[in-house]
């Protein structure tokens, strides 16, 4: 079972690029597309909390898009349509959660690159 839903950016932090763009690959090395046959791009994030006292943690975000991002790294980005949480769980105990994100951007600028509509991938989960 799925559950889906939108993170509040504003009161979850700045994000902050660390790594990527990098081809998001199945277990054979090829290069995932999501329903659009677009293909599936992973970054990553350090993501600093708006509250002060918390700790900072890393965050894998992908991205469907036929051109990947050419944001420097150490760049603090956003999320202008917003970061889609989805929530998974398997037998055996593992579960966790899945970011993706339509656009990316870096902050102060109005330069975005922009990913494909939100769909699940054709091999299934990403």
Do not use: H
């Amino acid at each position: 079972m799925l559950n889906r839903f939108m993170l509040d950016q504003a009161g979850t932090g700045a994000f902050f690029l660390t790594e990527g763009p990098a081809p998001r690959v199945d277990r054979d090395g090829v290069q995932r597309v999501d329903r659009n046959n677009t293909p599936v791009y992973e970054i990553q994030c350090y993501v600093k909390p708006a509250d002060e006292n918390a700790e900072g943690t890393t965050a894998k975000i992908k991205l469907a898009t036929s051109s990947p991002p050419t944001i420097p790294v150490f760049t603090e980005v956003r999320f202008p349509k917003g970061l889609l949480a989805m929530a998974w769980s398997m037998e055996g105990g593992r579960s966790g959660v899945s970011l993706s994100a339509s656009e990316v951007e870096p902050v102060g600028t109005t330069s975005k690159v922009q990913a494909a509509p939100q769909q699940e991938s054709a091999k299934g989960r990403e």
